[in-house]
């Protein structure tokens, strides 16, 4: 079964830091796109940040200057940088991926979601 595990979230102050992982597991060939999305009570999921297969990134202009994607193709694993983190950042935070997977008759192109993971800011 192919899934997207992530970790990192947690408690944090107003101003830490936080690094979030995604690795796909299974039988995932190649990740080509990961993004990172969030959804705060009561609001729509958002997206945060998304980085290419050729490594070029965009981001939400609320995390532009705090946040960082990037990614470690060789472990099928995208992380998220926080940094300068503020009270609104509090949400679940998703990734999803659009990837190549062995399904093993054929290889199939799969877009996945990872299970959130949750980050408070709070004092």
């Known amino acids: 079964q192919v899934q997207l595990v992530e970790s990192g979230g947690g408690l944090v102050q107003p101003g830490g830091s936080l690094r979030l992982s995604c690795a796909g597991s299974?039988?995932?060939?190649?990740?080509?796109?990961m993004g990172w999305y969030r959804q705060a009570p009561g609001k729509q999921r958002e997206l945060v940040a998304v980085?290419?297969?050729?490594?070029?990134?965009n981001y939400a202009d609320s995390v532009k200057g705090r946040f960082t994607i990037s990614r470690d193709n060789a472990k099928n694993t995208g992380y998220l940088q926080m940094n300068s983190l503020k009270p609104e950042d509090t949400a679940v935070y998703y990734c999803?991926?659009?990837?190549?997977?062995?399904?093993?008759?054929?290889?199939?192109?799969?877009?996945?979601w990872g299970q959130g993971t949750l980050v408070t800011v709070s004092s």
């Open positions: 299974g039988n995932v060939s190649r990740i080509n796109v």
């Open positions: 999803n991926a659009e990837l190549w997977a062995d399904l093993g008759t054929r290889i199939g192109y799969l877009e996945v």
């Open positions: 980085i290419q297969s050729n490594g070029s990134t």
